[in-house]
DNA sequence: ATGAAAGCGCTAACAC
DNA sequence: GTGTTAGCGCTTTCAT
């Protein structure tokens, strides 16, 4: 593959010459602009990122962190981050920690070598050292990393509440609220917004603790049902609230008309469940670009503006409430 | 950050030196050994891959390149890769090509810059010469490219097979088959097995060509539900095969007493569907980490003893069929 | 067993 | 406006 000296003796200019003409920087006659771009088309010439990197100690790599690609959650946000990466020219490098705080370290010094221009991370380990001390921009994402790191998620709390709200106003007096793992903190902000909606009205209201996921899920809430008299179900995600509708449907009450559900999050797979389910939706794809673009700003030198931004969370009705409206 | 020379000075040794430890090459002397780890110890030192990739021309980045992160099948495969990819020391750079090949070239010629070692890619389109001309190994996965692009993908054909066959042993006779997108590899040997599965068997069968979409699935579903009697679906994929669920839902007809449903793919959804889904599981993890090995072998210049690899699918039987084993 | 020095391909002063 | 040249941090002959 031919290299920068190639084009420029084949153009008869020297090498600055044709870096200038590569980064448009400095003045460079138009006579010369035609000869170097001839001699790239002729020989096909693409410039090495790598050389350039080294020269200027900067990249075009950004580090995309999440737990696990597998959780439907994250290839939204994923998708987005690379869409907005690609505009701008940088390319997004597919970390899953694993949740697994030495599997993240270890990601962060092995990408520190590759001259990652910067990093979005979706984790949340309290460790947050080993983030604050980097020498390239950070931005979290979902879970909040220190106050130092800007930070974008959704309003979960607000998202919460509305949900709630919304099982309130279709009816529901017995409402089950299956929280996420309490210490995580969109899971702790949902929670809050559920007992925004109910507190001070006049309902029952059950808590459970429940992993995101499917199984434990359907296992507790069937428990649940059989216990005790429930109207409601708000989950606190959408593969949760697929389970309370496996455990629902096992148990042979109706959904929406003997139980109704609201999910969170507002991935595919609830508008693939059927009946459909209602759900508090996030703008996965937003928050994935923001990030991306708040990144970008600060590798490229620039300041934000918002250091911290919460995106509003929509609520979709589908068939798993009745909707009194 | 401190550099080669900085530990080479530290240590007492030249940077020559430290390169050999560093890379475990000629000769060098317990008491260098010893010297320079200290060294390197303190100084705190991390190699620059960047340095060392334009030096050697090699680099430790895969280009992973599927149409749509976001469609359920390709997290698993890309988690896979990862996981390979991490042990062996190189990182995996995402590409969504939207089936573009335009966005496909283009990602090509950036990673190619970029010194991208090898190329794992989801896609199929005829221009195989983008792929067959590159300097880099590729192995192709999903869809063959070209017949001397390796290539490692599921038993479509006989998966299909099975599926369909449990159909018929669940005592179905009006079969209606949801074929994928006629002219793509895997739809057209899921297509093959179908028939191979009904062909000479006394059943009725309607074939309707489906893009791998819930939506269209389940209104295309719906309308032949409602014109011929159907009481089994071969779906060529989950999705598609939700859809039909929604649709015989919508219908009254229940599942699986008056409708049998089989998937294809054995993604999350499928279990996560009430009634769980009976689906033919593609080993997702098992095509990912096979084609990170098979490419790391040929970056690292190795022959591979095969050049296709066809991974069995399984029957996964759940709700949507009644077995009657 | 170790060191000196010439690249790898590019950028960025600095000089002309 | 353009060219010269010294790095960037590492690898790798070739001497010693």
Redesign the interface.
């Known amino acids: 593959?031919a290299n920068i000296r190639d084009v420029a003796q084949h153009a008869g200019v020297s090498v600055a010459t044709v870096s200038r003409y590569l980064n448009n920087k400095g003045y460079i006659s138009e006579e010369a602009k035609r000869v170097i771009s001839k001699a790239i088309e002729e020989l096909n010439y693409?410039?090495?990122?790598?050389?350039r990197?080294?020269s200027t100690k900067q990249?075009?790599?950004i580090g995309?962190i999440v737990p696990?690609?597998?959780n439907?959650f994250?290839?939204?946000l994923?998708?987005a981050i690379?869409?907005i990466a690609l505009a701008y020219g940088y390319?997004?490098?597919?970390?899953?920690s694993d949740e697994d705080l030495e599997k993240e370290i270890n990601y962060v010094?092995?990408?520190?070598?590759?001259?990652v221009a910067g990093f979005i991370v979706a984790t949340s380990h309290v460790e947050a050292e080993h983030y604050t001390g980097l020498?390239v921009p950070i931005v979290a994402i979902d879970r909040r990393i220190h106050s130092s790191i800007p930070y974008i998620a959704t309003d979960n709390r607000e998202g919460a509440r509305i949900g709630t709200e919304h099982l309130l106003q279709s009816g529901c007096k017995n409402i089950l609220c299956m929280r996420g793992p309490s210490g995580l903190g969109p899971a702790d902000d949902r929670f809050a917004g559920f007992n925004d909606a109910v507190s001070g009205k006049d309902i029952e209201t059950h808590i459970i603790e429940c992993p995101f996921q499917?199984e434990v899920a359907e296992t507790m809430v069937k428990k649940v049902l059989q216990d005790v008299p429930i109207d409601g179900i708000f989950a606190s995600s959408d593969?949760t609230a697929?389970?309370a509708?496996?455990a629902a449907?096992s148990l042979g009450m109706h959904v929406p008309d003997q139980l109704q559900i609201v999910g969170y999050d507002g991935t595919?797979?609830a508008?693939?469940?059927?009946?459909?389910l209602t759900t508090v939706a996030q703008d996965l794809y937003k928050i994935g670009a923001m990030a991306a673009r708040m990144l970008i700003k600060l590798i490229e030198g620039h300041e934000l503006t918002e250091r911290e931004v919460l995106i509003p969370a929509e609520l979709l009705i589908r068939e798993t409430t009745r909707s009194e409206t």
Do not use: H, W
């Not at 693409?46 to 050389?51: D, K």
């Not at 508008?271 to 459909?276: A, E, F, V």
């Open positions: 593959m693409e410039p090495s990122m790598i050389a990197s080294l990249s075009t790599f995309l696990d690609i597998v439907p994250f290839p939204e994923a998708r690379e869409d390319t997004v490098i597919l970390c899953n010094r092995t990408l520190q070598q590759k001259y020498d499917f593969v697929a389970g509708m496996k449907y595919m797979l508008g693939q469940l059927t009946p459909g």
